[in-house]
C-alpha cells in the first residue's frame, strides 16, 4: 500500500479526487514553482509573471468555475488544498491564485449570463486574469468610507478614484472595482455598485510596482481610474449592489483563501525549523535534543494541527451548504494568530542564522505578515464575532449569515469525478 501524502487529520475532509489534487499540486509546486522561489526574492522590485503563466496550464484558476464554462467545478476544499500546497512552497505564487479566486466568485455569483459566458470560460483557460479593487488609500478595511464614485451621464458610468492593495494588480486583465453611486447619505449597504473594468482602458493608471516586506513575486498595488467609462453592460450585479458583492467574495471566498495561505506557511514554518533544530550540532548532540527546544516544537506542531484543522473545518461546511460564517472568520483570524506565534518561535529557534536575508525562514515569517489584514483584519474579525455571539445571547438583530444567504446560489456538492488535475 502505499504511503498517504494528505494528513490523516484531514481524512474526514477530502475525497479521493482531493487527494489526487493535493499530490498535483505538491508536484506541481515542487517542479516549477520551488526552482523560482529564489529568483523572486531577490528581485523585490519585480512582478513574477511566468508564475500566472504555470499555473494557467493547470487550469487551476477555474476551481470554482462551473464545468460548462471549461472549469473544475471542484468547490472550497479543493480550492483550499490548491491555494494551502502551493503557499508550502512560495507564499507569493498561492497568493496570485487566491486573489484572482475573489473576483472570480464575484462573477459567479453576481454575473449576468452574458457576463459568464464572455469571462468565465477566458478565466478558466487563464486568458483573463481578474482582480477585485475594494480599499481605498485613506479608508484601508472601512468600506462604508470609500470616495471612489461613479456617476452616470447618461451614456456610461463615470468611474474616478483610487483603489490600494489589489492584489494583482499589475497582473490583472479585469478589475472588478468597486465604487459608490449613491449621494454620501444612503446607507453604505445601498450606496455602491460593483464594476468590470479592463487594465487596458483608458483612465486607469497603474502606480509603479513598490517593493513590500513579503510575498516578492506577487503585486499588490495601487490603482487610479480617472474618469474611466463603464458600459452598463459591465456593472456586475444591480446598481446598489456593490457592498453585498464586495463582502461576499471576502467572507465566504477571501476569509477562506488568506487562511490556506497562511496555512502553509506555517506548515513550511514547522518543518525548517524541526529540521533546524534536528542538525544544529550542541554539547555531544543536536538542539533538538535539549527538552526546552522540544517543548517550543512541540507547542508549534500543536498549533499547527489546529490550524489545519480550523482550516479545512470550515471549507468543508462551505461546500456542503452549512451555516458557517463563524468557523471562516475563526479559522482566518486563529490561523494567522497561531501562524505568527509559531513563525516568532521559528524565528527565536534559528536566531542569528534565521536574520540572513537568503534564509528560507526569514521568506516565511515576512510572507506571513502579509496574512493579517486582507480579508479583514484580527481587530475586524474579531468584531464580527463578538456581534454574532451577542445577538445570538439576546435573541435580537439576528442578520442571516452569508453562508446561509448564498448557500443556494453556491456551486453544486461536488461530485467526486468532476475534479480534474
Ligand atoms: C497581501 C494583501 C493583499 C490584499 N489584496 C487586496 C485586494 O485584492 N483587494 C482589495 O481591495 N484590498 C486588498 N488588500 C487590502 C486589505 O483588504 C486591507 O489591508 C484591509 O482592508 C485593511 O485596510 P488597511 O490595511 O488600510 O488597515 P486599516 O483599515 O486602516 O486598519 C488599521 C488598523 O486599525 C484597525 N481597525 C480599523 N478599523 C477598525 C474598527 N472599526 N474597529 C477596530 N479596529 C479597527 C485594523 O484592524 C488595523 O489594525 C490586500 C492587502 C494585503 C496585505
Not at 488609500?137 to 472601512?142: L, T
Not at 453585498?244 to 525549523?273: K, M, P, W
Request: hydrophobic share 45%; with cysteine; aromatic share 6%.
Amino acid at each position: 500500500m502505499s504511503t498517504p501524502t494528505t494528513p490523516v487529520s484531514l481524512d474526514r475532509f477530502l475525497t479521493p479526487a482531493h487527494r489526487a489534487l493535493w499530490e498535483a499540486v505538491d508536484d506541481f509546486a515542487t517542479q516549477e514553482i520551488r526552482p523560482r522561489v529564489e529568483r523572486m526574492e531577490r528581485a523585490p522590485h519585480r512582478v513574477d509573471r511566468k508564475i500566472a503563466r504555470l499555473l494557467a496550464t493547470r487550469r487551476w484558476f477555474g476551481v470554482t468555475v462551473p464545468a460548462t464554462f471549461g472549469g473544475m467545478n471542484a468547490g472550497h476544499v479543493a480550492k483550499t488544498i490548491l491555494i494551502h500546497r502551493l503557499a508550502l512552497v512560495s507564499g507569493a505564487a498561492a497568493a496570485l491564485l487566491q486573489a484572482s479566486l475573489i473576483p472570480v466568485a464575484a462573477l459567479l455569483h453576481y454575473g449576468t449570463k452574458d457576463q459568464h459566458h464572455t469571462l468565465l470560460p477566458a478565466v478558466a483557460d487563464a486568458s483573463v486574469l481578474m482582480s477585485i479593487a475594494v480599499t481605498e488609500p485613506d479608508q484601508g478595511g472601512h468600506i462604508g468610507g470609500m470616495t471612489t464614485a461613479a456617476e452616470w451621464d447618461g451614456r456610461a458610468w463615470v468611474l474616478t478614484g483610487v483603489k490600494a492593495h489589489v492584489g494583482n494588480s499589475h497582473l490583472a486583465d479585469t478589475h472588478v472595482v468597486i465604487a459608490r453611486t449613491a449621494r454620501a447619505d444612503t446607507r453604505t449597504s445601498k450606496a455602491l455598485t460593483a464594476f468590470l473594468v479592463k487594465s487596458g482602458q483608458r483612465g486607469v493608471i497603474l502606480a509603479p510596482h513598490g517593493r513590500k516586506l513579503g510575498l516578492r513575486g506577487f503585486s499588490f498595488g495601487q490603482i487610479s481610474f480617472d474618469r474611466v467609462r463603464v458600459s452598463p453592460n459591465n456593472v456586475l450585479g444591480e446598481i446598489g449592489q456593490g457592498f453585498d458583492v464586495a463582502q461576499f467574495s471576502s467572507i465566504l471566498y477571501g476569509r477562506a483563501n488568506l487562511t490556506a495561505l497562511c496555512l502553509g506557511l506555517h506548515e513550511t514554518a514547522v518543518s525548517l525549523t524541526a529540521q533546524y533544530v534536528s542538525k544544529r550540532p550542541r554539547y555531544k548532540g543536536k538542539l533538538a535534543d535539549l527538552s526546552v527546544i522540544r517543548d517550543r516544537l512541540g507547542e508549534m506542531s500543536a498549533r499547527l494541527l489546529m490550524a489545519k484543522i480550523l482550516a479545512y473545518h470550515a471549507v468543508d461546511m462551505l461546500d456542503r451548504g452549512l451555516s458557517c460564517d463563524d468557523e471562516l472568520i475563526a479559522a482566518k483570524t486563529l490561523g494567522h494568530e497561531l501562524a505568527a506565534q509559531t513563525g516568532n518561535d521559528a524565528m527565536h529557534l534559528h536566531a542569528a542564522n534565521g536574520l540572513d536575508e537568503n534564509h528560507p525562514i526569514q521568506r516565511v515569517w515576512r510572507d506571513m505578515q502579509t496574512t493579517y489584514a486582507p480579508a479583514g483584519t484580527g481587530e475586524v474579525q474579531r468584531r464580527r464575532l463578538a456581534e454574532n455571539l451577542l445577538e445570538e445571547e439576546t435573541g435580537t438583530d439576528l442578520r442571516t449569515p452569508w453562508s446561509v444567504l448564498h448557500a443556494g446560489r453556491a456551486q453544486p456538492p461536488i461530485p467526486d469525478e468532476a475534479v480534474s488535475v
